[in-house]
């Protein structure tokens, strides 16, 4: 997923994309699930690189890992990026629909997850004009596992609510979100950063909820002069 951002070595920054638990190959789960569960597997691969500080970035679930690694790791993040995230749990309405997917992966495994996310995952403008964009997350969501994409379903289902971390997330925070997202939506973004202590916010116009897939070029340009700031 972070392929594209591996790039930003060449202006001189080390970057290190974690590979979660279930995911790629990665080694299962154990039978209790929690998103900190991604935060310590995180924690455990800085510790192995002896990386004590870090500019930690997620989109999406990401984002939710983000939150989970200030909760209990705050002194090893530098900065923060919150991309397509928030901070709110679930509501009702989406715990249902994860266990709605979590039912759709037992019955038609990952092809039918991937028809039936698609649509919410990329924009509008995407799904009609960037047909590559939409192959390409199609192949990352059909070669995962059953169990893996199971167990991220749990994780996001009960996840802590983080609202209550962004008035003491007191490091410089870049939020960035598509124009198109509408899982989390814009209006999200901005409830974000008028809460943390020190944000900007960027909108990705014409992109949706996997808005460093789908124009790669925008969210580099704006996580590269989020980074320079930090230089």
Not at 119 to 136: D, F, I, N, S
Not at 185 to 201: G, K, N, Q, W, Y
Request: hydrophobic share 45%; with cysteine; net charge negative.
């Amino acid at each position: 997923m972070w392929e594209r951002q591996l790039a930003l070595a060449d202006r001189g920054w080390r970057v290190i994309a974690p590979q979660f638990r279930g995911f790629d190959g990665a080694a299962g789960d154990p039978p209790a699930q929690s998103i900190d569960d991604y935060a310590g597997d995180v924690v455990d691969l800085l510790d192995a690189l002896h990386i004590h500080e870090a500019i930690v970035g997620g989109l999406s679930m990401g984002g939710y890992v983000c939150f989970a690694l200030w909760r209990v790791a705050a002194r090893r993040c530098q900065a923060l990026v919150l991309a397509d995230t928030k901070a709110g749990a679930d509501t009702q309405e989406a715990r249902a629909g994860r266990q709605n997917a979590l039912e759709l992966v037992e019955r038609d495994g990952l092809p039918g997850l991937a028809a039936d996310m698609l649509p919410k995952l990329l924009g509008e403008t995407t799904r009609a004009e960037r047909p590559e964009v939409v192959g390409y997350v199609r192949k990352l969501i059909e070669r995962q596992t059953a169990r893996g994409i199971a167990g991220a379903l749990r994780r996001l289902r009960d996840r802590p609510d983080a609202t209550d971390l962004l008035p003491h997330i007191n490091v410089p925070t870049l939020v960035l979100v598509g124009s198109e997202d509408t899982l989390t939506p814009p209006s999200e973004s901005e409830r974000m950063r008028v809460t943390l202590p020190d944000a900007t916010l960027d909108i990705i116009e014409q992109a949706g909820h996997l808005s460093n897939l789908e124009l790669p070029a925008a969210f580099d340009a704006a996580l590269g002069a989020f980074l320079t700031t930090l230089r």
